[in-house]
């Protein structure tokens, strides 16, 4: 909600798709994605299939309309969500020419979003605490040792020149906006941030490893969408500022401690690592505000009106 009210989740969801896509689009045809268009367009699908499955059974297990019910705008902006996570699946994973661990990683990005959830204390609802396609990239990199994250050079493999910084600049600006108007995540944002070059520095003093090399990651155009596009998820991070800059410099310490032990594929290990620890806290916490009812006893009406000369 914005000061005024007004639910920014579909606005932000629609914007997110939109980037995501078009840089989906532009990196199969000129930027140089290693992927196949055929892993864009199964991981998607599979994203779909899996959303409108969950979806369908949950309502027909409730007895309620599904969400995505009421035409095609409804539909559209139901399938928002699995579309951004459908489309990060295929943009960050490479699995060769293999297409099952891609729909794999799509489905078990969708079906965290029921599995793992959080029940707060009524009237709240349940809510999912993992990223959800961070979850599905982490859960494939662990079943399927072949599969690895996409070179971070496919990015940007052909540009040059001023090119090489006309991309960067642009997925910076509008993960700016949108974290700035929509998703309200800047402090999040400036927590990671600050705290990664923090344990940079840190980490390299004592064993002595090279800074520069150790910050070089931030330079990357893997690196700056992970930051305004993927650890930034509004449905699994905090609202008040204090506690966004504390999620962000966690991921961040956890990160440097996965790297000095020598784990690979630290970001998205640390930010499911640090996602799963704050649903348990939230599971904690729920369980400690939820209050211990115990059923008062029922007051017993009050006796009839006995006519005179009746017998009881």
Not at 118 to 126: Q, S
Request: charged share 10%; with cysteine.
């Amino acid at each position: 909600m914005d000061g005024h009210g007004k639910d920014l989740r579909i606005p932000a969801l629609r914007r997110f798709a939109v980037a995501i896509t078009a840089l989906n689009i532009a990196g199969q045809t000129f930027l140089g994605f290693e992927q196949a268009w055929a892993h864009l367009v199964v991981s998607v699908l599979t994203a779909y299939a899996t959303e409108l499955a969950i979806e369908t059974i949950d309502a027909w297990a409730t007895r309620r309309t599904p969400r995505y019910a009421g035409g095609n705008v409804k539909l559209l902006d139901f399938l928002l969500s699995p579309h951004i996570t459908g489309c990060a699946v295929a943009m960050l994973l490479y699995a060769n020419g293999r297409l099952l661990p891609i729909a794999f990683a799509s489905a078990t990005a969708i079906a965290s979003k029921t599995l793992f959830r959080v029940r707060p204390p009524a009237p709240a609802t349940p809510r999912h605490f993992l990223n959800p396609s961070n979850f599905g990239i982490t859960a494939t990199l662990l079943l399927f040792p072949w599969v690895s994250i996409a070179p971070p050079y496919q990015f940007t493999e052909n540009l040059y020149g001023i090119a090489d910084w006309i991309l960067p600049a642009i997925i910076i600006a509008t993960g700016s906006f949108l974290n700035t108007k929509f998703t309200r995540k800047i402090p999040l944002i400036g927590g990671w941030l600050i705290t990664f070059g923090l344990q940079a520095i840190v980490r390299t003093s004592f064993t002595g490893g090279a800074t520069l090399a150790a910050l070089l990651p931030m330079t990357g155009t893997a690196f700056i969408l992970f930051t305004f596009y993927m650890v930034t998820d509004p449905a699994t991070t905090p609202v008040a500022p204090k506690r966004q800059i504390a999620f962000g410099a966690a991921v961040a310490l956890v990160y440097g401690a996965l790297v000095s032990a020598h784990v690979v594929f630290d970001l998205f290990f640390a930010l499911t690592i640090v996602t799963a620890a704050r649903g348990v806290l939230l599971w904690a916490a729920a369980l400690q505000t939820r209050p211990n009812e115990t059923r008062q006893p029922v007051a017993a009406p009050p006796p009839l009106p006995v006519a005179v000369g009746s017998k009881l």
